[in-house]
């Protein structure tokens, strides 16, 4: 399990789409896309700042730009999404050419994204490859056989050993070596929930009618799954109730995602007996025999009621339900790299009826977006090379330097901590490692195995080598250089256990950091995601960390109440219905807590920053510009032009309902009603709608 505490820019879906707009051409195109940069030229001056800041701001862009039919959002960041593939692919297809001269990396990523782009040997070769799978299932006979199935998907299937709170993707529960909670300096073994393939567990818990039509869609997508695998119509719509049935099971039984944010609550710990115990008809031992598992002196088992339900159903469900389950696993799991009546299928559920996508996107994003997943660090060197100069990442980093003096010096100032907690504060953030765009030392693939063939194949290799390096963990101490996104992601995370904020090259472009622009928008908007990451470290759950990445509680009494206090006030004012996502939609702001505290902290360190960088100039935030607007008001314009953005309602429903990031219209809106710097920057009056009665704020 990895707690990563990310930025959210862009939502890779699973199979998420591309079509016809000529944003989403079918095919790679020749030349890199043009960038979207910030300009005021889309602000709509009819419209009123103080009523909804966000309209003023985006309403004219997003109007203009529709959601491409395979797209499930699009906003400004969607261009920096297609150049970045577009640069990747280029790269791909130079590569995939069968050349001796190739380097190793060359090799590995050329060929996976050949065999990937090859949909005639795919479809011709689909049900040779799945028939090997469909008979280890079919013959398991007893406890070892069962263990040894769970086991092999975990190594087969990319990501199925990664338990996670709102991605549930871990064929019947995650195991990973990660960070020791009561000490981050080594790494132990740990068991996480998993085992439904939908987004959360209100999805099979909820009894609303959207949730009930949902869950019918879902019926009928697990039986065509089991159809296309060989199976009488009958039959498989017998077997799909008995997997919804019992992911229903395992739902009931799992922790809640706002449970989970509470790091206390996962930090379980037990001795290899204590496991056993708590789910005795499984076979432990053989399968961290097979998982090759080293030793470890405890588990941490993050849900333990889950583990006690699984027990209830490992008793209670005979072995062919069992062997149902796993045969949806492994169809499941497999799905992206079989022929196109899989592919098609599985994007028909997962990414129209839960996401809202219109179209499948074009084969060779998909395949980009794959090798991007499974060879990230083999790929990422050439994008690093080619969109990543030395210069931006010196700026970034003083940048991110900058916005942690401003912390630091807030948290000298904060009138309700004590003297004692701010010296511990400090020492964590002193201590924070930073790291910009890529790592020092690049994974080895030498070991992973690539050919031209078989595309599943080659799946099922880069699944092994992944689930292997996080197992081998085990044991071994706590690596702080290594990276948990790849350099071309959008996105951005703090890791509370490494101590580190993480800044990928991909998003360090426009219209994140644009080097062809000014101080004001560049600390708008990348200045706001820096901020958000270094606050992670401070938000409801950073703070219950210390300055070496231990579950410490180093607050005393009064500080940890006045901050829950502050806490209080962000939560109730994103408690709040999104009416954008369908009637009755309630966002639960306890579960976007952290989040949101995170960009009410960033944004306010973004602009303290940029003062004393425009003093070192001898700039001021009330300069004009020959737009007509304030330094002071661009900052403000570039933030919400960053999140300009627009989801399907489909989209916004899905992760209403289990993402920890709220709507971008709201992280922009509700943060800025919480600056009475932006109220005097638009000359805004109390009462009106971007005005909060209370401002809250932690940092
Ligand atoms: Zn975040």
Known sequence: ??????LGAIFFVACSAFGQLPATPQAPPKELPKLEHFNTTNVDAKAEPCDDFYKYVDATWLAAHPIPADHVFWGAVGPLEL???????????????????????????????????DTKAIDAHAADWLKPELQRIAAIKDKAGFAEEVAHLHQTIPGAWEGNDNETNAALFGFSGGPDFDDA????AEIDQGGMALPGRSFYLDDEAKAKEIRAKYLKHIANIFVLSGEKPEQAKADADVVLAMETDMAKAAMDPVTRRDPKNLNNKMSLAQLKALTPSFDWDLYFKLAKAPSTPHYIVT????????????TEHSQEHWKTYLRWRMLHGNAPGLSEAFVKEDFDFFSHTLFGAQELQPRWRRCVRGTDRNLGEALGQVYVERAFPASSKQRVLQMVQDLQKVLGQDIEDASWMTPATKKQAQEKLRATLNKIGYPDKWRD??????????YLLNRQHTAAFEFQRWVNKIGTP????????????????EDPQSNTVNFPAGILQPPFFDPQQDDAVNYGAIGAVIGHEIIHGFDDEGRKFDSKGNLRDWWTE????????????ISSQYTQEVPEAGPGVKQDGHLTQGEDTADNGGLRLALVALQSALARDGKSLNDKGPDGFTTLQRFFLAYAFAWCTQYRPEMIRTLVLTNPHSYPKYRVNNVVSNMPEFKQAFGCHNGQKMVHQDFCRIW
Not at 185 to 188: A, D, G, K, L, T
């Open 303 to 314: 849900s333990p009621a889950f583990f006690k339900g699984l027990e209830v159903m490992l």
């Open 558 to 569: 009064s500080d940890s109440k006045a901050y829950d206090e502050r806490g209080k006030c």
């Open 478 to 493: 706590l690596d702080r250089t290594e990276w948990g996104m790849t350099p071309p992601t959008i996105d951005a995370y």
């Open 83 to 117: 150049w970045n593939e577009t640069l990747l692919v280029q790269t791909l297809e130079k590569n995939s050419a069968d050349d001796p001269k190739r380097t190793s990396n060359e090799q590995k990523v050329g060929d996976y994204y050949f065999a990937c782009m």
């Open 445 to 454: 693939y030498s070991s992973v195995s690539i050919g031209r063939s078989s």
């Open 185 to 188: 300096s080594h790494n132990v």
């Open 1 to 6: 399990m990895r707690i990563m505490l990310s």
